[in-house]
């Protein structure tokens, strides 16, 4: 924990998205000040005809979801998400107005899987 799922347009070459979610994930461990061997980052792309948004939203909206333990501060939280946004629009080409981005927070007791769980 984190896990950062980013949810992209297919339409966008391989390279950009490789290179997205290796800044991400260098990005959880620098601004959360954790271990690099903490955090994972899954990209999930689907075709334009797939994506549905009002009319004033590209089509090529990004939505971006982070998973982490409560208790950060909002500066901190802040801080993460506008990282992740500037990242998306430099490798996605999209506008920050069409740059979502979540916070869910799950205890601790919430969670389950891989060797650094720990209750």
């Not at 990005?27 to 999930?44: F, M, N, P």
């Not at 549905?52 to 590209?58: C, P, Q």
């Amino acid at each position: 924990m984190p896990q950062v799922i980013i949810h992209v347009s297919s339409s966008v070459d391989q390279g950009s998205k490789a290179a997205l979610v290796k800044e991400v994930r260098e990005a959880i461990t620098k601004v959360l000040q954790l271990d690099t061997i903490i955090g994972q980052v899954i990209l999930y792309d689907s075709p334009l005809d797939h994506r549905s948004a009002y009319t004033d939203r590209d089509p090529h909206f990004v939505f971006i979801e982070t998973f982490m333990y409560p208790g950060r501060s909002p500066a901190l939280k802040t801080e993460l998400m506008e990282r992740f946004i500037m990242l998306a629009n430099r490798y996605m080409g999209v506008d920050p107005s069409n740059i979502l981005a979540v916070i869910h927070e799950i205890p601790q007791e919430s969670y389950f899987g891989g060797l650094m769980h720990r209750h």
